[in-house]
Each structure stands twice: as C-alpha cells, then as structure tokens.
C-alpha cells in the first residue's frame, strides 16, 4: 500500500490535472480556446517535503531533486498549448529556461522588449519553425544554500560546480547530456580544454560586481506595491538573491526598519481589473 502522503500527494496531482481540465472547458465556453495559449510547467524538480520523498515520483532516468546539483532538480515539463496555432502532439528537444518566458509572451503580443534580459523568445519553437529559433550561448544557475553549487550549460554540455559556497576550490564535474542525461559519467577529465573554459565562466559569475537583474529599481518597486509581494524588511540588504551594487541596495533599502507597505498604499482595484490586460 502507499504511505498516507504520497496517497495525498498522488491526489493533488489529480485535483491539479482536473482544475486544469475544467480551465479548457472555460475557455472553450467563453469562446476564448482559440485566442488563449496556455503554458504548462514547474519551477523545479522533485522534493522532500511534507511526508512525501522525491524518491516515490522521481523523474527518472535524471539525477537529483529540488534544491540540489543536477538535472533532476531544474529540468522539468514544458506544456504549450495553443490551438490552431500550436501543432498538438509536437515534443522538441529545444533548451528552454522560465527567464525565455517574458521575451516570449512579449513576441506573441507584438510588444518589444525595451530593457536588456537574459530570456530569448521561444516562438520560432512554438510555431514549428525550429530553423528560426534563436540559441542561448549558455545556461547558468546558482543556488548558494547548503554547500553551493552552481550549473553551467553549453549545448549537450553540462558543467556541474559543487561546494561553490564553501572554502576552498569547488569540484567540477563535466557532463554530456545527450549521451548521459542521467550524468551518472563524469568525463572532465577526457575533456580539459573544455573543463577550463567552464572554470572561467565560473570565476566570472563568481565576481562581485556581476548582477543578476537588469530589473530597475524604480520598476521593481513599483511591481512590489501593486502587488505587495513582500516586504523590504523581510530582505536583507545584502541578500545574495539580488546582488544589486551597494548604491542600489541603499535605495532600496535606506534603514535597517524600512518597511515598503508603511509608506506606500496597495491601489484600491476592482478585481475585475487585476486581469484586464490578461488575454
């Protein structure tokens, strides 16, 4: 018999897969199905949480979980569905990140990207029409918690940095995704010319005054007060989420107590106009 949480578990994935299956209907009901495009995805992989282990759905042949090196924990399904626009049935092993999704629905909208991000439009791959599509020159993730680590993709190549928050030198460990998606064969040491190029794109994210957002700060306070997504005091200054330079982070955060809702009022919308503009 299964344990109690993966039984709970296994009924959210069903009541998850049933709302979604009742959204279409919507759609088709309000005659919306064919001017609607639906993206379907996670943030990461699997996780140990809740009673529930990873192990029990693990999305096998891939290595890891949530949280950790490897792929099982950033590679996940990506579902597109669009009719009559969208061939049903396609599957395209085309590398995508969440950070493609903004200059996607951007292109899709007909609206033009005015501000530098890293995301490049996937619509070409939507389309079927992969000889269009624009290719990222690397993929890079980071997660400093724990022991650290960090992941470099170039092509089929996977550059797995592990104990990147602790003293001393990280291990490298070298993959090929298209031979070994499960990186069970770590071929660094066949392959050292490239092993030093992947050093050095890591001692570059490595530096001190690289940020990680091109989000200004105007902007990104003002996103904050529409939606009130959190608080600045609940953010340390020098949380290494944001990296921003030390001019910005005094902006953002000019005392030690600053809150965001203290001084600034959540507009008072109508419901219906929180998704006006979501078609």
């Not at 624009?134 to 104990?163: C, M, P, S, T």
């Not at 003293?167 to 660094?188: C, I």
């Not at 005091?233 to 921003?244: E, I, L």
Request: proline share 9%.
């Amino acid at each position: 018999p299964w344990p109690r949480a993966e039984k709970a578990y296994a009924a959210m994935v069903t009541r998850l897969d049933t709302d979604v299956g009742k959204l279409f209907a919507l759609l088709k009901t309000l005659k919306l199905d064919d001017h609607t495009i639906v993206f379907f995805t996670s943030d990461n992989g699997p996780y140990n949480a809740g009673g529930h282990k990873a192990a029990f759905f693990h999305p096998l042949p891939f290595r890891g979980i949530k949280g950790r090196p490897y792929e099982g924990g950033i590679r996940v399904p990506f579902l597109a569905r669009w009719p009559g626009h969208i061939p049903a049935g396609q599957m395209t092993s085309q590398p995508i990140a969440l950070w493609d999704v903004l200059p996607t629905c951007a292109a899709l909208a007909g609206v033009p990207v005015t501000a530098p991000v890293d995301g490049i439009s996937f619509v070409p791959t939507l389309l079927g029409r992969p000889q269009e599509q624009k290719q990222h020159d690397y993929f890079y993730w980071e997660l400093a918690v724990r022991q650290g680590f960090q992941e470099i993709r170039q092509g089929d190549w996977k550059a797995e940095i592990l104990n990147a928050s602790q003293p001393g030198t990280p291990k490298l460990q070298l993959y090929n995704l298209q031979d070994d998606p499960a990186e069970k064969n770590d071929v660094a040491a066949a392959h050292p010319e490239l092993l030093k190029q992947m050093e050095e794109m890591r001692r570059w994210f490595d530096r001190s005054d690289v940020t990680t957002t091109h989000i200004p700060v105007g902007d990104f306070l003002e996103v904050r007060d529409r939606a009130l997504l959190c608080h600045a005091s609940q953010v340390s200054p020098d949380s290494t989420f944001f990296r921003w330079p030390n001019e910005l982070q005094r902006e953002v955060w000019p005392t030690e107590d600053f809150r965001l809702a203290d001084s600034v009022a959540p507009p008072d919308l109508p419901e219906s106009d929180l998704f006006a503009g979501v078609r």
